[in-house]
Structures are given as structure tokens and as C-alpha cells.
């Protein structure tokens, strides 16, 4: 099993930025891939970014150009978040994938202020 836990979300200004780190424990050896989606009220959850153990990432058109995904060693991955706009307002969730099992943080709120 693999825990996840967010930390770094807030209230920001339109065009501002913020950092949200995720820390895995557990069955870590096992991750093959870790990433960041959202969830805004009243709609699905979306993928925002992915990096896999390889280093290969994935990027929501959305905030291609503006956020960036980084990891170290399949225990922790950083989203950078800059110029940020209204509609990037969420719940951020940490995602890994690890053995055909996906695992969830609890997530982290992001509100962008126009």
C-alpha cells in the first residue's frame, strides 16, 4: 500500500504562483508513476500532470507552459504552479500508480483569486 499526503495549496492572486509537494510512504519501491489532478466544484476530476519513474511527463493542455512537474527517487513530486488563473481553483489531488493499483492523497485546496 502506498499513503500520500499534499501539502503547499492556499489562496493566491490571479498570476500568481504556488508549489504543492506530495510525500509517498509505504510500498514506494512499487511506484511506477506519480502525478496531480483536480477536481473543481460540481465537476469531474481531471488529470493535470503526470511524471513516471523514468522521468517522462504529461501535461493537461490547460496549464502546458505553466506548470511544472518534478519528482525525486518515487517518494515525493512537486507541482510548481505558476500564473495561475481563476479557473485553476481545485481540490489538488497527489495520484501514484503502483502495481495496477492507483492511490490518492486527500488533497490539497488551490484557490485563485480574480
Known amino acids: 500500500q502506498v499513503r500520500l499526503v499534499e501539502s503547499g495549496g492556499g489562496l493566491v492572486q490571479a498570476g500568481g504562483s504556488l508549489r504543492l509537494s506530495c510525500a509517498a510512504s509505504g510500498l514506494i519501491f512499487s511506484i511506477n508513476a506519480m502525478g496531480w489532478y483536480r477536481q473543481a466544484p460540481g465537476k469531474q476530476r481531471e488529470l493535470v500532470a503526470t511524471?513516471?519513474?523514468?522521468?517522462?511527463t504529461k501535461y493537461a493542455d490547460s496549464v502546458k507552459g505553466r506548470f511544472t512537474i518534478s519528482g525525486d527517487n518515487a517518494k515525493n513530486v512537486y507541482l510548481q504552479m505558476n500564473s495561475l488563473k481563476s479557473e485553476d481553483t481545485a481540490v489538488y489531488h497527489c495520484?501514484?500508480?503502483?502495481?495496477?493499483?492507483?492511490?490518492w492523497g486527500p488533497g490539497t485546496q488551490v484557490t485563485v483569486s480574480s
Open positions: 495520484w501514484s500508480g503502483s502495481r495496477g493499483y492507483d492511490y
Open positions: 511524471i513516471t519513474s523514468g522521468g517522462s
